[in-house]
């Protein structure tokens, strides 16, 4: 009998390494997946997500305008900006002045809908609406 518990154990040892191996090697397989995992969602940053991080006040309103108005010029702005933003160059928040400005000095004239508003009777109103309420109470005259 001790022969056969020499064997049995001889074969359990053999077994217990070839299963620490697998899972060994198994670790290593998903560390790598997992590193290039990371990896590659690094790679897929969407510039425009990045520099919609960095915009302030009216900063994505001016941008959605440029992109409806110039989409292929405001990609490649966009694309310049992502780069100088994670090279560390644009640290500030881009407010929609400075993002307007940057669009206009390099010949994007970026049109914006503008809007002015009064106050009446506590209220906001727009100008529109005032005038145009105003132009009523003349003809009721």
Known sequence: ????????????????????????????????VEDNTKTTKEKIVNPRDVLIKQLGFRGLEVLTNAESQFPNETKTVIDKLHELITTGE???????GKLLGLFRSIGLSVRMDTKINIQQDGKFVSLTDKLSNASNDDDDA
């Open 90 to 96: 644009i640290t500030d928040i881009l407010d929609g």
């Open 1 to 32: 009998m001790s022969e056969d518990d020499s064997e049995l154990q001889r074969l359990q040892a053999k077994r217990l390494a070839e299963m620490q191996k697998n899972i060994s090697s198994r670790e290593i397989v998903e560390e790598t």
